[in-house]
């Protein structure tokens, strides 16, 4: 399975922007989902999942309520909507998948994208 992270980009504070990870399988709507995100001097961190059905989505606490998951089986899509985005959101953001189910951990995750860049400024 090959993944492509597009939509990241320079955005202020308190904007938003919506990350797309596209699959090349056919198959991808068997697969969990799941971004995470790496900024400068820190680990990569565990963002928001998606369940292969959709049906199960989980966030970190840093952004519940501002960030949503969704996913586009017709087209091999899985988005993240990030809204009211903040500094500290600044990272490249990784898509990642595994038929395993859902996961909190990189090392559950088989697949990975190559990132976005995501730029907050404040």
């Known amino acids: 399975v090959q993944l492509v992270e597009s939509g990241g980009g320079l955005v202020q504070a308190g904007g938003s922007l919506r990350l797309s990870c596209k699959a090349s399988?056919?198959?991808?709507?068997?697969?969990?989902v799941g971004w995470f995100r790496r900024a400068p001097v820190k680990e990569r961190d565990f963002v928001a999942g998606i369940s292969w059905s959709g049906g199960s989505t989980y966030y970190s606490d840093s952004v519940k309520g501002r960030f949503t998951i969704s996913r586009d089986s017709a087209t091999n899509t899985v988005y993240l909507q990030m809204s009211s985005l903040k500094p500290e959101d600044t990272a490249v953001y990784y898509c990642a998948a595994d038929t395993d189910g859902l996961g909190r951990y990189s090392y559950e995750y088989t697949y990975w994208g190559q990132g976005t860049q995501v730029t907050v400024s404040s």
């Open positions: 399988s056919r198959t991808f709507s068997s697969y969990a």
